[in-house]
Structures are given as structure tokens and as C-alpha cells.
């Protein structure tokens, strides 16, 4: 493929951010969606199990293919896909979304509150460094629910 590609596809940590700072992060993290995990209880699940019962399974290829993906694709790819790779995360493939960004892995297979994705597009993360995503605006409740039980049940998507 074109070397530009390659020569963005940055996998070098950035500058300023050191392990530390990460730690402190993913800390905050952790205790914000400690605190809502309650909230979270009552209206994710009954939401999540509601939308598993009338679909494809969140373990199976389906789900990803025409739950999870066209939401990447409508929400983030423009900055995450193709030749894009804001924060060095590239989401438009299992190589990618593996190795997450600047910041190491985003998503922790079936630990959804141990997912720094998930917590961005909660608005739960830091506030800049990385900020919450989308960048501008929110994802409906019921995109993040899918995502989250997408996670929850390990992330399943196509091989590159
Ligand atoms: C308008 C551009 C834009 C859109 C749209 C966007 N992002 Fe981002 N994203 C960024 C930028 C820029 C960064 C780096 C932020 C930073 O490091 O401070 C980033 C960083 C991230 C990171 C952290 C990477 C790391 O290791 O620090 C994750 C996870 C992420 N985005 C997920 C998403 C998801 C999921 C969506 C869609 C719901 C999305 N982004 C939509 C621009 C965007």
C-alpha cells in the first residue's frame, strides 16, 4: 500500500504525556465511572438486554458488522479511519483497534469500565488529553449501550 499510510500511522507516544500522567487518568477514570456504575445498572443493562434480545448476539460478527460499525463509521472514522489516525488510534481495523492510540490500548476486551473508549464517548474521561469523543456533540444512549456491550462481550470484529 502507499507509504503514506504507513509513514501516519504513528504509533509513537506523544511527547508530553508520560506513563504517569496515563495512570492518574485512567484513575480519575475508574473512580467517575465507579460513581455512575449504579446509574449505569438500572438504565444500561435493562436497555442493553432489551436490544441483545432483538438482534444479533454482541459476541457475534453480525453485531459488529450492522450495530457497532456503522456507528464508528457515522460518528468517528473521519478522524480514526482510513489515512486518519487522530491520537494515532486507527478504529477501521482489528490491528488498529488492538493497539489503540498515543495513550496504549483503548479498549480492554470484556471490561467495558476498564475502557478508556468507552469512557470518552460516555464523557466520562479526561477532559482534553484525550478529550471526550466525538470531539464536538455526544453519541445517542443507545449507540454508547451498543458499544459498551460490544466490549463487554470481547470486542469481536473482522480480521484485517
Ligand atoms: C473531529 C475529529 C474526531 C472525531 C470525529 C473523533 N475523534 Fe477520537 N480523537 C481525536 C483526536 C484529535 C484525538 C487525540 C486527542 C488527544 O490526544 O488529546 C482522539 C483520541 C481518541 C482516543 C484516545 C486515543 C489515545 O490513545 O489517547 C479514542 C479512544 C478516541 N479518540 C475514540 C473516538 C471514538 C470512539 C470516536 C467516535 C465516537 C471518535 N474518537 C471521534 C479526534 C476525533
Redo the contacts with the bound molecule.
Sequence with gaps: MSSMSENTFGSSP?PGLTKRTYAVKVFAFAAAFTALAATAAMTGSAHVAAQAAAGPAPASMEFYNTRVKP??QA??Y???GGINR????A?DTQAGMAQ?????A?IKPGHPEQS??IA??RHEGPA????P????GK?SDADIAT?TAWVKAGAVMPKD
Design positions: 506523544s456507528i464508528f460518528n468517528c473521519r478522524c480514526h487522530r491520537g494515532g488510534f478504529m489503540g492510540g498515543h495513550d496504549g483503548v478508556l473508549l470518552l464517548i482534553n488529553d484525550p478529550m469523543m466525538p470531539p464536538k453519541i458499544v
